[in-house]
């Protein structure tokens, strides 16, 4: 199956809440999900109204919100669920800490992309540099120490500037240091699940592919 390509909004009111799957534009738009608070489609409104979700809906629900976050495909999602079963310490936050190391989300996170769609296309197109060299796979693992760029000759990117622009309003996370004059940003360490700042059952998803 390829990678959804509808309307973003229908993602959000599907998982019931806010995903920012648009950036910095679902801080100045009218969300849908506050003026429709239901899934899509003709039986939206009649499936809000049903009984108690099971426990596997609710497992099933927390894994696509979570996926749908980071813009990932299902066996993205499982693949890198199954590398961090072997890691120490909690599965489920090794889970989250591996898909905010994803170089599209970095790019995302530093503030060089208003959202994840746009960072994976700066990547895609080598606007985007690791240690000095191009890097055009998204789910490249970024490590502590790395640094990422934004090429010499891109850096006059509209999505850039304007991502840079909306960016500054806000402190970088804690585990980065990002240099807006030089539009390079480096971790500084492996992000921990308080310093990840997504709304999210993580156990949910461990306690569904541990069936």
Known sequence: MGRYTGPSCKQCRREGTKLFLKGTKCFTEKCPVERRPYAPGQHGQSTARRRKSSEYAKQLREKQKIKRIYGISEQQFRNTFEKVTSQPGITGHNLLAALESRLDNMLYRMGFAPSRKAARQLVR???????????????????????????????????????????????????????????????????????????????????????
Do not use: C
């Open 125 to 211: 197109h080598r606007h985007v540099e690791v240690n000095g060299k191009a890097v055009d796979i998204p789910s490249y693992m970024v490590s502590p120490g790395e640094e990422v760029r934004v090429r010499q000759k891109s850096r006059e990117i509209q999505p850039v500037l304007a991502a840079m622009d909306q960016s500054s309003r806000g402190a970088p996370l804690s585990w980065l240091a990002v240099d807006r004059d030089t539009f390079s940003g480096r971790m500084l360490e492996r992000p921990s699940r308080p310093n990840i700042p997504i709304a999210a059952q993580e156990q949910l998803v461990v306690e569904l592919y541990s069936k």
